[in-house]
């Protein structure tokens, strides 16, 4: 006879299982794919299942990366990750909250829901019908701006371009959850220093800015430890994956998936290796961030 | 009485109040000018595009590119038949999975909480990269060029795990498992007659999430299926774009089943007649369940 304890932990055992069935066959077992980064990766004719093509691979120690990181395409696309990355989060973190703050100082709350749910939006769009909107002004033949130079063929401008498009589709979403942490601060906090002579601004900064700290702080963390992956979807149907622009929007994400789909052999070890490098290095960024954030402020650490 | 004529006295100036509504409100506008415009262009007629290109004033309004849109046929509706499989099939079986896990992790008298925790946020900063997992889906389980590829690859995503568990946490007492506990409910039965129904925002906010991401997809599509049969309407919409000589191959053939000469057929109107298609549904719905998931992302984006 089982305990009664016994029996429900199996019950709860039992329905954790399809989740973690997957986790393990698409998350962990993957993991252990990263042996591909070591190999001269090639299929096995005879038979090319996952196991034989590995088992039959060459181990050619760290050669795909030498192999990587001898090219100048290589230090282009990390740099294109980083700038683009920093950039983004800089202006997304600054330019939300100040949204978020002007919105909660806006009177009629007709006006404030209308605002939200416009700059909502974006969200639901994806990126394949966004690169429609902004195909729209930069069409070469009837785009409104197509007069001032042919845009899918000249790298000019598409830093701008696509730092716009982040904005567009990030800036609403990012201002919605600062704003829904802006209106549960306690009102008798503002009523009291208002009371106290304290003007909007040094309200603001007293007690609107510490109140959302935390959530700037995980914001923060967040997107520093994600630092190297870049949002394929944006870099990839904004460009319309136009080679002549590929210099300035090439990133990380677009570099493993163009190398993984290259024809040349090897290029499966090779795409692999970049990526390995990316989540280390991803991993590591993500830690350092949430320790430099425990040894300042312990209760805002993540983990 | 008194609260609110204090709440007026810490206003801001009437002048900085028209700013606050020039920028966010400019914003806002911002926001939704590009699909409109796009609708106006699908409504825009051939030859307003030939004279004044794309233009919020098109100098003639036709249907043409719409009635382009549907001539597509069954390139259309099967594409859109495909995503309406992947988007219903995964949804449901991505809720499933996601409550029965979160389910576990919220009950703190399960031993094993902490290990599955630890398994499924693991996966959120370290994973296996691009190519060994697309190696694992397409090789090790046999799904390239299936509706599969585009479901089960996005079955499960951790941050749907952590508001799901977030909400059961704020909308469920302990004490109420713990008397359905002594009650004799077996594990199963706590589950789907207490905390499903007590729990219903969140997984209506878990659902649209999972919903809208699946009908948006397009990624999954790009990594995995080459048979035209498959394409899910996203990625027909990408592929029309990055492939215009697909585009001139049906647009020969529409003209010829549909009886209008190809001249009258605006290409460009017809994608962004696609585009808008595409939107429409989200268009619709959004504003009506966006309170829904605006609740779960603030919940969800609490720390424990």
Redesign the interface.
């Given at each position: 006879m089982i305990s009664p304890k016994y029996k429900k932990t199996l019950a709860i055992t039992l329905m954790m299982l399809p989740g973690a069935l997957w986790l393990l066959v698409l998350r962990y077992i993957p993991m252990a794919g990263i042996v591909i980064a070591f190999q001269d990766y090639r299929p096995h004719p005879p038979n090319p299942t996952l196991i034989n093509n590995i088992l039959n691979s060459q181990f050619v120690g760290l050669e795909n990366f030498r192999f990587i990181f001898a090219t100048d395409r290589a230090w282009n696309m990390i740099r294109n990750t980083l700038a683009y990355n920093g950039v983004f989060i800089v202006l997304t973190t600054v330019l939300s909250i100040a949204l978020a703050i002007g919105l909660n100082e806006i009177g009629k709350k007709f006006f404030a829901k209308f605002y939200q749910t416009l700059m909502f939006f974006p969200f639901f769009i994806s990126w394949v019908v966004a690169s429609y909107f902004v195909f729209a002004f930069l069409d070469p033949t009837f785009g409104v701006l197509s007069g001032v130079r042919n845009w899918y063929l000249d790298p000019t401008g598409w830093p701008i371009i696509l730092t716009i498009a982040h904005l567009w589709k990030t800036l609403g979403f990012n201002c919605i959850i600062y704003f829904a942490a802006i209106t549960g601060i306690d009102q008798g906090m503002y009523e009291a220093a208002a009371i106290d002579g304290a003007s909007k601004w040094r309200q603001v900064w007293s007690i609107t800015i510490p109140s959302i700290k935390p959530m700037i702080i995980m914001l923060f963390i967040m997107a520093v430890g994600r630092i190297f992956n870049a949002d394929f979807g944006l870099f990839w149907n904004i460009p319309m994956n136009m080679g002549p622009l590929q210099g300035v929007t090439e990133v990380f994400d677009t570099y493993v998936f163009r190398v993984m789909q290259s024809p040349i052999a090897g290029s499966m070890g090779m795409a692999t290796a970049a990526g390995l490098f990316q989540n280390v290095i991803g991993f590591i960024c993500i830690m350092s961030a949430n320790t430099l954030v425990r040894k300042f402020d312990r209760d805002n650490a993540m983990f | 009485m008194k609260?609110n004529k204090?709440?007026r006295?810490?206003?801001?100036s009437p002048f900085?109040?028209v700013l606050?509504?020039l920028?966010?409100?400019g914003?806002?506008?911002?926001?939704?000018v590009?699909?409109l415009?796009?609708v106006i262009?699908s409504f825009s007629s051939a030859e307003s595009?030939r004279t004044v290109?794309?233009?919020f004033l098109p100098t003639e309004w036709t249907l043409t590119s719409f009635r382009a849109a549907f001539d597509l046929g069954d390139t259309l509706w099967r594409s859109f038949f495909n995503s309406m499989v992947v988007t219903v099939v995964g949804t449901f079986f991505s809720l499933?999975?996601?409550i029965?896990?979160a389910?576990?992790l919220f009950?703190k008298?399960?031993?094993?909480r902490h290990f599955?925790a630890f398994?499924?946020f693991f996966?959120m900063?370290?994973?296996?990269?691009?190519?060994?997992?697309?190696?694992?889906?397409r090789?090790?389980?046999g799904l390239g060029d299936t509706l599969g590829a585009l479901i089960?690859?996005a079955?499960?995503i951790p941050f749907h795990?952590i508001i799901m568990r977030t909400f059961f946490k704020t909308s469920i007492p302990d004490s109420l498992i713990e008397s359905a506990?002594l009650d004799g409910s077996?594990?199963?039965r706590t589950?789907f007659t207490i905390v499903i129904p007590l729990a219903k925002p969140g997984i209506a906010t878990v659902g649209l999430l999972t919903a809208?991401n699946y009908w948006?997809?397009?990624?999954l599509a790009l990594l995995f299926v080459r048979d035209r049969n498959l394409f899910p309407l996203?990625?027909l919409?990408?592929e029309m774009?990055?492939n215009i000589e697909f585009l001139r191959r049906n647009l020969t053939m529409i003209g010829v089943a549909g009886g209008v000469s190809l001249a009258d057929l605006p290409g460009?109107g017809l994608?962004?007649a696609l585009?808008v298609i595409?939107?429409l549904p989200?268009?619709f719905a959004?504003?009506f369940f966006?309170r829904y998931?605006?609740s779960g992302?603030?919940v969800g984006?609490i720390?424990e």
């Open positions: - | 609260r204090k709440l006295i810490n206003r801001v900085s109040e606050i509504h920028i966010v409100g914003f806002a506008i911002a926001c939704i590009p699909f415009f796009i262009i595009l290109g794309y233009s499933l999975m996601t029965l896990y389910y576990g009950r008298d399960y031993p094993l599955f398994f499924v996966t900063v370290f994973g296996g990269g691009l190519v060994p997992t697309v190696v694992v889906i090789n090790l389980l089960v690859p079955l499960m795990v506990s077996g594990e199963f589950l809208i948006n997809d397009w990624y996203q990625f919409l990408m774009q990055q460009e994608r962004m585009a595409i939107v989200i268009a959004y504003p966006q998931i605006i992302l603030t984006a720390k």
